[in-house]
T-cell receptor, first 114, second 114 residues
Framework: AQSVTQLDSQVPVFEEAPVELRCNYSSSVSVYLFWYVQYPNQGLQLLLKYLSGSTLVKGINGFEAEFNKSQTSFHLRKPSVHISDTAEYFCAVSDQSNAGKSTFGDGTTLTVKP | DAGVIQSPRHEVTEMGQEVTLRCKPISGHNSLFWYRQTMMRGLELLIYFNNNVPIDDSGMPEDRFSAKMPNASFSTLKIQPSEPRDSAVYFC????????????FGPGTRLLVL
């Protein structure tokens, strides 16, 4: 069975500051890892995903994440956030045992203050 | 591409009434997912289909909920009878049905049961 833990439910940060949203996962097999973003009153959309290869993955809107197999983590980072980054962020994991089903974390609400 | 289409976008109904939510997945996708999102419980997977066949309905809350996928381009989620605790945002998502594939979410249906 797979699971995802997002370590922070809320992260407040000032505009132009760096941010890290933490995600840990557990799975007994090789995994695929995703970060999705949900803006207010919208559905989720993909930010980035790790499938294989380079452990540093770059996504949209200046976000990046690093896959760390030994620590079973996939933390999301951005060096300088904007007000428009205020949203809820979901980490998700899937593996070969499911027909495309992903397990989602509980979400982290990022609030960027001016 | 129109993306995942959900209807209605908003639904207000009275307790005991039947509610039907509709979803049209992205053309060519062969997996479809129904999620429910609330403040209290976060994002929950209710059921997912692969090639129009229900694969996992363990997230369906109770017998009042049912889902169908009569063909590759249409799915319904029905609640009968509805209760106030069913009030939530219901999302439909679709993908190519492989674990490394992105899920594409619709805009959601906001359901309020009075």
């Amino acid at each position: 069975a797979q699971s995802v833990t997002q370590l922070d439910s809320q992260v407040p940060v000032f505009e132009e500051a760096p941010v890290e949203l933490r995600c840990n996962y557990s799975s007994s097999v090789s995994v695929y890892l995703f970060w999705y973003v949900q803006y207010p009153n919208q559905g989720l959309q993909l930010l980035l995903k790790y499938l294989s290869g380079s452990t540093l993955v770059k996504g949209i809107n200046g976000f990046e994440a690093e896959f760390n197999k030994s620590q079973t983590s996939f933390h999301l980072r951005k060096p300088s956030v904007h007000i428009s980054d205020t949203a809820e962020y979901f980490c998700a994991v899937s593996d070969q045992s499911n027909a495309g089903k992903s397990t989602f974390g509980d979400g982290t609400t990022l609030t960027v203050k001016p | 591409d129109a993306g995942v289409i959900q209807s209605p976008r908003h639904e207000v109904t009275e307790m005991g009434q039947e509610v039907t939510l509709r979803c049209k997945p992205i053309s060519g996708h062969n997996s479809l997912f129904w999620y429910r999102q609330t403040m209290m419980r976060g994002l929950e997977l209710l059921i997912y289909f692969n090639n129009n066949v229900p694969i996992d309905d363990s997230g369906m809350p109770e017998d009042r909920f049912s889902a169908k996928m009569p063909n590759a381009s249409f799915s319904t989620l029905k609640i009968q009878p509805s209760e106030p605790r069913d009030s939530a945002v219901y999302f439909c998502a679709s993908s190519f049905g492989l674990p490394q594939e992105t899920q594409y979410f619709g805009p959601g249906t906001r359901l309020l049961v009075l």
